[in-house]
């Protein structure tokens, strides 16, 4: 019953060919759209604890941070204003990766890491040379829409790139560099928060150019995917572009697997109705539920907030920065584990291993908060204590870039028919989106709400994501991605919603 459906996949294709260093440096030139997503995570919170630009930008969030000492440590840092600087790049990405849908299918993926490139890079000029907050928000606005269009087209694209038989692994490739653009920009709020004259956080946020010079550059030189060539009327350059990833002259079989696909996605005419079916339900659950999820488990307080989070429990400017520092080294560290699991181990344990692991980090750090500051928000945090936080954090952050962070876009990437599947990746993009917006628009002030307890309501999130795995979502480790519907048909749960209908020829289930 639950533990959700095991397959038998030994009828499953393998397609011939080699994993050919061309795919391997494809893939790492397209990941670097994670690196823009990463970079722009990791700025915002150093950013917005440097005095020089609180002072510049939000004055009053200075004044009643430095001035008003005897306020609730809690409270310090809550302005709408502030977070609104972190949060609009979440809605614009929103919108933008619906729009980059059209632009991925119509004119092909590297276009629309080009494009994303492009915008993201003026967001970046724009920030560097701010001077009223007007600016500093419609440059987020347009780091946004970079990364609408690179999180819409990287991760397609890497799925198409690879073979069947790597696709977690180049896919987590995308996490790693989003992982990698957040410690890059630890260490660079790091040392520019030194720089006396206070233009340090020019340097930060005007920084942003360089992943963006990176992944717009780079995408010229990407080759189109074969599926993409395919779609846009291309089929002999579909087939040369496979020989030449796949190292092999024998892509008969998958390139005309790749054809009949593409016949069959352009019968269907509104994508978004066909989501809507019966036979769908439980991949659209995924996509929505999974993104959903991953923001739930709270990873951005500390990915957004942490030098202001450390500030809270009394760090100096100093130890606050360094300490985001160590969680950014620890989460690129931690996202090779996954790297290295997610094929042998399976999406199921390291979703369970990880949810328990940072369910209990939770607690001990709620706990720990609570002993020093109780609700009212006053008390002096000890170094032992301060030091078993940042250990605590270091384990919660481990625990997710092995298991939620890297699966929360592997897996809803995954399971969905060809057809639908890229409504299913903009539906992954949107809620995720969506979600990162709430919790940066929200967390300061859920702090100073529920203060201690806000890690304990994270941590009810986790208890219920965790059986919601247990229940819902069945192992997909190496299960080719077009046999994905016996997965759903042999579910315990999600079976009833698959009709035999629904099982194309030549495939049966195996229980
Ligand atoms: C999430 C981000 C998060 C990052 C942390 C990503 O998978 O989508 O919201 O900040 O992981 O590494």
Redesign the pocket.
């Known amino acids: 019953m639950a533990g959700g459906g095991f397959v038998d996949t030994s009828g499953g294709k393998e397609y011939p060919g080699n994993v050919t260093l061309y795919v391997i440096f494809a893939s790492i030139v397209a990941a670097f759209g994670g690196l823009i997503f990463?970079y722009d995570?990791g700025i915002s919170g150093g950013v917005t604890s440097m005095d020089s630009f609180l002072l510049s930008f939000f004055p009053s969030v200075y004044h009643k941070a430095k001035v008003d000492t005897s306020t609730n440590q809690y409270c310090k840092f809550d302005s709408e204003l502030l977070t609104l600087f972190t949060s609009s790049l979440y809605l614009a990405a929103l919108v933008a990766s619906v729009c980059a849908s059209t632009v991925t299918r119509v004119a092909g993926r590297k276009w629309s890491m080009f494009g994303g490139g492009i915008v993201f890079l003026f967001g970046a000029a724009l920030n560097g040379a701010a001077t009223n907050v007007a600016m500093l928000i419609i440059g987020r606005i347009l780091l946004g829409v970079g990364v609408g269009f690179a999180n819409q087209s990287v991760p397609v694209y890497l799925s198409e790139m690879a073979p069947a038989r790597l696709r977690g692994m180049l896919n987590i490739l995308f996490?790693l560099m989003?992982?990698i653009g957040?410690l890059v920009a630890n260490l660079i709020n790091y040392g520019t928060a030194k720089i006396a004259g206070g233009w340090g956080w020019r340097v930060s946020l005007g920084l942003a150019g360089v992943p963006a010079i990176m992944i717009t550059v780079g995408s010229l030189f990407l080759p189109d995917t074969p599926n993409s060539l395919i779609e846009r009327g291309h089929p002999d350059e579909a087939k040369a572009m496979l020989k030449k990833i796949r190292g092999t002259e024998e892509v008969e079989a998958e390139y005309e697997d790749l054809v009949a696909a593409s016949e069959e996605a352009k019968q269907i005419k509104h994508p978004w109705r066909n989501i809507l079916e019966k036979r769908n339900r439980a991949p659209l659950t995924m996509s929505i539920c999974i993104p959903f999820f991953?923001?739930l488990t709270g990873?951005?307080v500390i990915?957004f907030y942490a030098p202001v989070l450390f500030k809270t429990i009394g760090f100096g400017d100093d130890a606050s920065l360094m300490s985001a520092v160590i969680t950014g080294l620890v989460?690129v560290v931690a996202t090779f584990v996954s790297i290295l699991a997610v094929d042998r181990a399976g999406r199921r344990f390291l979703f369970l291993q990880g949810g328990i692991q940072m369910l209990a980090c939770q607690i001990v750090v709620g706990a720990l908060i609570a002993s020093v500051f109780g609700t009212t928000g006053e008390g002096d945090m000890t170094k032992v204590k301060a030091v078993f936080i940042v250990i605590s954090i270091c384990a919660y952050v481990a625990a997710?870039?092995w298991s939620w962070?890297?699966l929360?876009?592997l897996v809803p990437s995954e399971v969905f028919p060809l057809e639908i599947r890229s409504a299913g990746q903009s539906m992954n993009v949107s809620v995720?989106m969506l979600f990162?917006f709430f919790i940066g628009q929200l967390f300061l002030k859920m702090l100073c709400a529920m203060k201690f307890g806000l890690f304990y309501f994270f941590g009810a999130w986790v208890i219920v994501m965790t059986i919601f795995v247990y229940m819902f979502v069945p192992e997909t480790k190496g299960v080719p991605i077009e046999e994905m519907v016996l997965v759903w048909k042999n579910h315990w749960f999600w079976g009833k919603y698959i009709s035999d209908a629904d099982i194309h020829v030549g495939k049966k289930p195996s229980a």
Do not use: E, K, R
Request: proline letters at 5%; charged letters at 0%.
């Open positions: 990463g995570i996490q989003i992982t957040i991953q923001q990873i951005n990915m989460n997710f870039a962070g890297p929360g876009w995720n990162t």
